[in-house]
């Protein structure tokens, strides 16, 4: 279950710590009242906060149950603006109303930004920095990984990554010194994972 406790994500414009050819972003996932310079003790990656700004992000899976409630999720966010949606190839050239027509499955109507978004296919091109991953487990991990190795940030919710060594698992609120393991990633871009349902509940 996706809730807005479960997204708390603070996107940072930091110095590099090596190159990156599609942007300077670190993410890192901390309580809402967590002071900053928790943070950097936390992700020693992150030197100073030089901007804070609405980071476009994408959504792969965009179509299914779990991408819903992300568009639902989205909508608003002080953080993230929703600049590209992805999802298989029947929904691919569709607006989104068309591609989940018969297929919304929340009670709330689908917010109006998403309405005319026309969705794409899952792969890197997406006009975003950040993308929040509501795949199915079955195509998921070969999916998430081709989208860091193109240099973008992801955070998935499937099972495929939690237990590569480098890949953080995180509950946002218990863990954050985790995120230490994005150093060790090879890709330009990184790959974030959550826990599933059960743990996320005790947490």
């Known amino acids: 279950m996706l809730c807005r406790k479960s997204l708390v994500l603070r996107a940072f414009y930091t110095k590099p710590v090596k190159a990156n050819k599609r942007n300077n972003l670190y993410i890192t996932i901390v309580p809402n009242s967590a002071p900053i310079g928790r ?13 804070m700004r609405r980071t476009k992000v994408g959504i792969l899976g965009a179509t299914g ?107 946002a609120e218990v863990n954050p010194d985790h995120l230490a393991l994005l150093e060790r990633q090879k890709t330009d871009g990184k790959i974030v994972t959550n826990s599933n349902c059960t743990i996320m509940g005790v947490t």
């Open 65 to 171: 149950t779990v991408g819903q409630r992300f568009i639902q999720l989205m909508e608003g966010h002080p953080w993230f603006e929703v600049s590209a949606l992805g999802a298989s190839e029947r929904s691919a050239g569709k607006s989104y109303k068309e591609a989940v027509e018969g297929r919304w499955k929340l009670s709330a109507d689908i917010p109006r930004y998403a309405e005319n978004m026309e969705v794409g296919e899952c792969k890197p091109g997406m006009d975003c920095e950040l993308v929040f991953g509501a795949l199915d487990s079955s195509v998921a991990g070969p999916i998430e990984t081709e989208f860091a190795e193109a240099g973008y940030f992801v955070v998935s919710n499937s099972k495929n990554h939690r237990f590569d060594e480098n890949v953080p698992l995180m509950s």
């Open 39 to 51: 943070d950097f003790k936390a992700f020693p990656a992150l030197f100073h906060l030089i901007a």
